[in-house]
């Protein structure tokens, strides 16, 4: 771990890491470079493995529980509230955090953590802004602020918080080309494509196997709709990416949209049989169940069969359904549970929503529950049911807002195409109209995709692309 920096070399990058072992110094930027990298890389051990090291070489390292911690969290497979055993690792780093002289900026991201696990986001977010204020290479507090700000929502916040430290991040630092392709998704999800799609390919350009960077040129294709072109880009790029083990899978899922825009769902399906639904059952990583329901529903709105691959999802989703650490999430179990059939499960599902939605406290999530986690959850089982009217009645007035259940704009357009789809399948009048102003909407915002032109000739509106 030659590369690795040392205690002298955290010191000397102005980023003091409380403890004398360089043996956890190095652990904790393997660890770092990993989660920037989305990749466990066996030369180290992956991620797990440098954890359990880092540890074993300094059990008191604040920092070391920080990094642990919240990469827990950040995972959003469990909470303080479900896991007793990360509840205790969250209080043991309080109590280190309290019994060392950390510098003010080891304080600040101890209580970061504790504002995440509390599931008070935006608090954690204000956080980690003000490290970066006096700190602006602190690349755990940029990306933890990264990832959480997507959790949220909060794309200007994306963008901006890699804006105000980038000219910081001079060539010479470690993983300074990351830092590229982390501000070209902030870029590209406020719809700056070109400026968005320049730094990603300055990031290839130095990093090749930058997945990150692959992923914010497949949604600058995706919400163009530059369908030929996306696909080229997947296919040239894919032996530099096919590895990156936290990532691969939904670079695929990306593959997958462009060809079920094109109305090539089967070789959709193939790659979801290939690559995706191996990757969920291999891993059961909340990235891939997400990746795995969304695209089985979108496959089933074009009227795709997709067979009993919702049983094998929701041998995975099911034991998640309660958990409400984060309402995206949430609608993506609902999927599963809905596309197999389980009525326990998504009974379930929407009670203990229900119940979390009407508890005490600033967690995020289950405040944002009560005006529009619940009734988008309840749109989904009304379309489900066939009760079209209702599913318009429940997502019209909140179609603007989903946005604050975070994810991407190119996850959320599922949402985008049920509203289009319950219009479509209504039999009141004014139903149609209303698919045709959708429809005529969305082709403002993606010139010349198929999947649009689709639903507008089932509309009765194709003269309008004329």
């Given at each position: ?118 599931g008070r986001l935006p608090k954690a977010c204000d956080l980690w802004e003000r490290i970066l204020q006096k700190h602006p290479t602190d690349m755990l507090a940029l990306k933890f602020a990264h990832d959480t700000y997507f959790y949220l929502g909060y794309q200007p916040q994306m963008r901006d918080s890699v804006a105000r ?302």
């Amino acid at each position: 771990m030659a590369a690795l920096r040392d205690c002298q070399a955290w010191r000397e990058a102005g980023l003091p890491l409380s403890t004398t072992s360089n043996e956890a110094c190095k652990l904790f930027d393997a660890t770092l470079t990993q989660y920037v990298k989305w990749t466990n890389d066996k030369s180290l051990g992956g991620i797990e493995g440098c954890l359990s090291k880092l540890k074993e070489a300094d059990p008191t390292f604040t920092m070391g529980h920080v990094i642990a911690n919240g990469l827990e969290l950040v995972g959003t497979g469990s909470s303080v509230l479900l896991d007793e055993e990360l509840d205790l690792a969250v209080k043991t780093m309080l109590e280190l955090a309290q019994g060392q002289p950390l510098t003010e900026r080891e304080q600040l991201h101890v209580s970061a953590v504790d504002m995440f696990a509390k599931g008070r986001l935006p608090k954690a977010c204000d956080l980690w802004e003000r490290i970066l204020q006096k700190h602006p290479t602190d690349m755990l507090a940029l990306k933890f602020a990264h990832d959480t700000y997507f959790y949220l929502g909060y794309q200007p916040q994306m963008r901006d918080s890699v804006a105000r430290v980038y000219p910081y991040w001079s060539p010479h630092l470690p993983l300074s080309s990351y830092v590229k392709g982390i501000y070209s998704f902030g870029l590209m999800e406020t719809n700056f494509y070109d400026q968005a799609e320049a730094l990603a390919k300055e990031a290839l350009s130095i990093e090749q196997r930058d997945a990150w960077s692959v992923h914010t040129i497949a949604h600058i294709h995706e919400m163009k709709a530059e369908v030929e072109a996306g696909l080229e880009f997947m296919q040239c790029s894919e032996n530099n990416w096919k590895d990156c083990d936290m990532l691969a899978c939904h670079n695929y899922w990306h593959w997958s949209l462009y060809l079920i825009e094109k109305g090539e769902y089967e070789a959709a399906l193939t790659i979801y049989d290939d690559h995706i639904a191996p990757s969920l059952l291999g891993s059961g990583a909340m990235l891939d169940m997400v990746d795995s329901c969304s695209m089985l529903y979108r496959l089933q709105m074009e009227g795709v069969p997709v067979g009993g691959r919702w049983q094998e999802v929701m041998k995975i989703t099911k034991q998640h359904s309660k958990d409400h650490i984060l309402l995206f999430n949430d609608a993506h179990f609902l999927m599963s549970s809905l596309g197999a059939k389980d009525h326990e499960t998504t009974n379930e599902l929407l009670a203990t929503l229900q119940e979390a939605s009407n508890s005490p406290g600033e967690n995020s999530q289950h405040l944002l529950a009560r005006g529009v986690g619940l009734p988008l959850c309840h749109a989904m089982v009304a379309f489900e049911n066939g009760d079209h009217d209702r599913v318009l009645e429940l997502l019209l007035p909140i179609r603007y807002q989903i946005v604050q259940l975070g994810g991407s704009n190119a996850q959320r357009d599922v949402f985008n195409q049920l509203l289009v789809h319950a219009a479509l399948n209504s039999q009141a009048p004014s139903s149609r109209n209303l698919a045709r102003s959708l429809l005529v909407e969305r082709d403002a915002l993606r010139r010349n995709s198929p999947l649009t032109e689709r639903l507008l000739r089932k509309a009765g509106a194709a003269h309008l692309r004329e």
